[in-house]
């Protein structure tokens, strides 16, 4: 089992924490709702008609407790990143270590950029398909890979992609993460 830190609470970090929880890793979010979806009423999220986004990541919030994940309302002041691991420096003073780090930051990506990952032409922190950065334990996920882009149903989706990504890679293996109907 992983431990992995998701520094953000909007829909890429907690799209993230949800996947991974569910496989069963040890997962840490931290966010204090200052996210850019609580400014949004979504009418192209797809299978939801209209629905505010404060309502979204409640929903969300809730779904991700459910599953076994951690959320935590305390702020992330730094971030460092090693051959073996993670750390975070937690607001209250505390120290947590992990196995990944997940960053959803939003617009500024500060911590990002603390880490001196590379970043593209357009000011995002530079990532592959599965959202994994310049450095092999950190994945970067939404709006910070393309900060004059944001759109939630796709930060959900890079959420998703990362949390696989480290699901596969501490499988061995590809996985897919598939439910089924409960029966009638």
Do not use: C
């Amino acid at each position: 089992m992983a431990r992995v830190i998701v520094v953000g609470d909007g829909p890429g970090g907690l799209s993230a924490a949800l996947f991974l929880a569910k496989n069963g890793q040890d997962v840490e979010v931290f966010g204090q709702g200052g996210t850019g979806i609580k400014y949004a009423y979504l009418y192209n999220y797809l299978g939801l008609g209209g629905l505010a986004g404060t309502e979204l990541q409640a929903r969300a919030r809730d779904q991700v407790m459910a599953v076994g994940a951690s959320l935590h309302d305390t702020a992330v002041t730094a971030v460092s990143a090693g051959e073996g691991g993670v750390t975070a420096t937690l607001g209250s003073g505390g120290v947590l270590e992990a196995d990944y780090l997940l960053l959803a930051e939003g617009k500024d990506p500060a911590l990002a950029r603390s880490l001196g990952l590379a970043e593209s032409e357009q000011g995002g922190i530079r990532t592959d398909s599965e959202g994994l950065s310049s450095h092999p334990r950190v994945y970067v996920v939404g709006r910070s890979t393309r900060p004059g882009r944001s759109q939630a149903i796709i930060s959900a989706g890079d959420g998703a992609k990362a949390a696989l990504s480290i699901l596969a890679r501490e499988a061995g293996n590809d996985i897919q993460d598939w439910d089924t109907p409960p029966k009638a």
